[in-house]
């Protein structure tokens, strides 16, 4: 990895406490040349020396999509260069091969984001098989949610992440949600958050920190626990967890003591989980060896699976 540029826009969205569509696309707009002659520069690279261009396809916000897919075709045409369109789900468990070059099929993942909490096995034949999803809420989203109940700023993961390292987990006893199968279900524990804080007429401090420690157990022990189920169903001696979620603290901690005795773990780096260019670039050579580079033009897919 020679570089790895991140422009954040949380600083744009915390004023309205989510994501605003129209100003990210503006945004992605404004900032993405600056931030790819950054990345040439930081890498000490010249045009000449690029290879190809790898871009999101999606899934994520149209608009954004629209901006990275079209840029990248235009630099591929202007410069004669290939580019490689995919899967930005598929990137959080590639990210891993930026730690672990001899990353290879099968292998257990667990995709943690801000619209996502996929459990995917990466088949021998190079696919990748969706075998459990949420049923509700994603992980990032329960997170996000949850800092908004207890009166949290936005980003909300960080931000109870932050919190709970000075509360008790064993607090308040969360339910664990629960759904058929491999999925998950997070709306459940959202809801009982929110009838204890209403329960208590004002917060104290170590209460919020409390409840916020309590949550983010019942998070990490539900998304764990399916981990478990699956290896225990699957024959995968390499689990891999990514997505921005796995930049939390407890999540990490506790998939170290659960996990690592059954397989090779690995979890990325922080900076590598939640959402950077590196990973596309990862995923981007996994895909080109399977299938070579995308015929131009493609478009943007809002909805895109892991393939
Ligand atoms: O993968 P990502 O950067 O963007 C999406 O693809 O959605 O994930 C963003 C999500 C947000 O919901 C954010 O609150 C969550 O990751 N997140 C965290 C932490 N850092 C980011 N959740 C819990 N603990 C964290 N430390
Ligand atoms: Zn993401």
């Not at 999101?56 to 999509?65: A, I, K, S, W």
């Not at 630099?75 to 001899?102: N, Y």
């Not at 997505?243 to 939390?248: P, W």
Request: glycine residues 10%.
């Amino acid at each position: 990895m020679l570089s790895n540029v991140i422009r954040s826009q949380d600083e744009l969205h915390a004023p309205f406490g989510g994501v605003v569509p129209e100003i990210a696309a503006r945004a992605h707009l404004q900032t993405l040349i600056p931030v790819i002659e950054r990345a040439l520069e930081t890498a000490a690279t010249r045009w000449e020396q690029v290879d190809g261009v790898a871009v999101t396809r999606g899934p994520g916000l149209v608009g954004c999509l629209l901006v990275g897919v079209n840029v990248a075709q235009a630099i591929g045409w202007a410069r004669k260069l290939p580019v490689v369109g995919v899967s930005h789900l598929a990137a959080h468990v590639f990210a891993a091969q930026l730690e672990e070059p001899d990353l290879h099929p099968p292998l257990l993942g667990l995709v943690v984001s801000g619209g996502h909490s996929d459990l995917i096995r990466w088949q021998e034949d190079g696919s990748i098989g969706v075998i459990g999803r949420t049923r509700d809420d994603a992980a990032g989203e329960a997170f996000d949610k949850g800092a908004r109940i207890l009166g949290l700023p936005f980003p909300g993961g960080p931000a109870i992440d932050r919190l709970a390292a000075a509360g008790d987990p064993r607090a308040i006893a969360f339910p664990r949600p629960r759904a058929p199968g491999l999925d998950f279900s997070f709306s459940g524990v959202k809801t009982a958050l929110l009838y204890e804080v209403r329960k208590r007429k004002a917060l104290s401090e170590q209460e919020r920190a409390d409840l916020a420690a309590s949550y983010q157990e019942a998070i990490v022990d539900a998304l764990l626990q399916r981990v478990e189920a699956a290896q225990a169903q699957q024959l995968a001696p390499t689990i891999v967890i990514g997505g921005g979620v796995a930049r939390n603290r407890r999540l990490r901690e506790a998939a170290q003591q659960r996990l690592a005795s059954r397989a090779h773990l690995v979890i990325p780096a922080p900076e590598l989980c939640t959402d950077n260019a590196a990973m596309i670039g990862a995923a981007a050579l996994i895909e080109w060896d399977g299938r070579g580079p995308d015929p131009v033009p493609f478009d943007a897919d809002p909805s895109l699976g892991f393939a």
